[in-house]
T-cell receptor
């Protein structure tokens, strides 16, 4: 069975640009969460979606937005990129939104020049 | 304000011995705790979890202990193997996962 898949694996952007990251959850999983991991830190929660509805949002500016599609895949959008947005962006899926292990993809490495 | 803390950035253990990784938290509302392992260039891999109604959960070589009064959990790996060398993250859940900063475990022959 395929795990969580994320695309692209690497991305280079310049300040002020916009980026869209994509995630396909494990088959049957309806919950998708997004995390940002900067070097030397643990993943930091950005968003959780369940059944296409936003269930939670972390402490990130409005430049960050996300959505979940009817097939449960998800996109994370970041506008007006800043140098500090350089990080590994991780997507995780779970069967539903309750206390269950989340399973992570390998992430998208975003570099801002 | 860091709600989940892993105070040891690194740990070195000989193969075959026990590895003990520690994690402290501040929020008494956390009701579910997890440990993840991360290799370079890969996403975190789920290892083991524990509900706040339990104090121990075991899965093969991995055991997680939860001390709610001390707001402390630990992961024991016995026996440690070189393939266990990775960064280990603890995470706590109220309605979202909050991660610690990780502990790099190195298991040497």
């Amino acid at each position: 069975d395929a795990g969580v898949t994320q695309s692209p694996t690497h991305l280079i952007k310049t300040r002020g640009q916009q980026v869209t990251l994509r995630c396909s959850p494990i088959s049957g999983h309806k919950s998708v969460s997004w995390y940002q991991q900067v070097l030397g830190q643990g993943p930091q929660f950005i968003f959780q979606y369940y059944e296409k509805e936003e269930r939670g949002r972390g402490n990130f500016p409005d430049r960050f937005s996300a959505r979940q599609f009817p097939n449960y895949s998800s996109e994370l959008n970041v506008n007006a990129l800043l140098l500090g947005d350089s990080a590994l962006y991780l997507c995780a899926s779970a069967p539903d939104g309750s206390n269950q292990p989340q399973h992570f993809g390998d992430g998208t490495r975003l570099s801002i020049l | 304000d860091q709600q989940v803390k892993q105070n040891s950035p690194s740990l070195s253990v000989q193969e075959g011995r026990i590895s003990i990784l520690n994690c402290d938290y501040t929020n008494s509302m956390f009701d579910y705790f997890l440990w993840y392992k991360k290799y370079p260039a890969e996403g975190p891999t789920f290892l083991i979890s524990i509900s706040s109604i339990k104090d121990k959960n075991e899965d093969g070589r991995f055991t997680v202990f939860l001390n709610k009064s001390a707001k402390h959990l630990s992961l024991h790996i016995v026996p440690s193997q070189p393939g266990d060398s990775a960064v280990y993250f603890c995470a706590a859940s109220e309605d979202k996962l909050i991660f610690g900063t990780g502990t790099r475990l190195q298991v040497f022959p």
